[in-house]
């Protein structure tokens, strides 16, 4: 089983800051399989962007993910108090596909 | 647009069954491939379980592999998820999700329902 470990736990940001969450990957991930996805309190969770550069509907582009081998990022540029949230990144490459335990970001 | 709603979660006792449904709309049910996802309080995101578009394959996590029971009514665009001889560590808030790959299962969720919580205690 693949190991995600995401870091921090917690952001603490002011609006129009740039956020970096990082995932860590317990062995090598292709980005092809590689999820981040965005959960409000009281909401669903919300696919945000997977894979190189897919993006899910009506996500705006100040959400991007990146990295290679075992080291993934998510930037969220120019942060607005909406995107106080908790953060998951997922990998589905291997079985069972697993998630990071969540980076909560406070706005 | 997509719409996935759980129903049948609650208070249940240690060793008794539950059985979890979702009523999916907004899409072609039977395109796709349909899966649990549950969040434990304080551990996080965790796959359950995943039914192809024919129910044709099917998998689950260890942790609940020989107790839960994934299935689909295409005709009635519905998934489940049968519960038995639950745990107090399967208590969880469960999500039915739609896999992000038309016909294929990949494995990623692009519509997460509201979700149902199960809670196991005596």
């Known amino acids: 089983e693949t190991l995600l470990t995401q870091s921090p736990g917690t952001l603490s940001l002011s609006p129009g800051e740039g956020a970096t969450l990082s995932c860590k990957a317990s062995?090598?991930?292709?980005?092809?399989?590689f999820a981040w996805y965005q959960q409000k309190p009281g909401q669903a969770p919300r696919l945000l962007v997977f894979?190189?550069?897919g993006r899910a509907t009506g996500v705006p582009d100040r959400f991007r993910g990146g990295g290679s081998g075992t080291d993934f990022s998510l930037t969220i540029s120019r942060l607005e108090p909406e995107d106080s949230a908790i953060y998951y990144c997922?990998?589905?490459?291997?079985?069972?596909?697993?998630f990071g335990q969540g980076t909560k970001v406070e706005i | 647009e997509v719409q996935l709603v759980e129903s049948g979660g609650g208070l249940i006792q240690p060793g008794r069954s539950l059985r979890l449904s979702c009523a999916a709309s907004?899409?072609?049910?039977?395109?796709?491939?349909m899966h649990w996802v549950r969040r434990i309080p304080g551990k996080g995101l965790e796959w359950v379980s995943g039914?192809?578009?024919?129910?044709?394959?099917?998998a689950y996590a260890d942790s609940v592999k020989g107790r839960f029971t994934i299935s689909r009514d295409n005709a009635q665009n519905s998934l489940y998820l049968q519960m038995n001889n639950l745990k107090p560590e399967d208590t969880a808030f469960y999500f039915c999700?739609?896999?992000?790959?038309?016909?294929?299962?990949?494995?990623?969720?692009?519509?997460w329902g509201q979700g149902t919580v199960v809670t196991v205690s005596s």
């Open positions: 999700a739609k896999d992000g790959s038309f016909a294929a299962a990949t494995y990623y969720f692009d519509s």
């Open positions: 907004g899409f072609t049910f039977d395109d796709y491939a």
């Open positions: 039914i192809n578009w024919n129910s044709a394959t099917i």
């Open positions: 062995q090598i991930v292709t980005i092809s399989y």
């Open positions: 894979g190189p550069s």
């Open positions: 997922q990998q589905y490459e291997s079985f069972p596909p697993t």
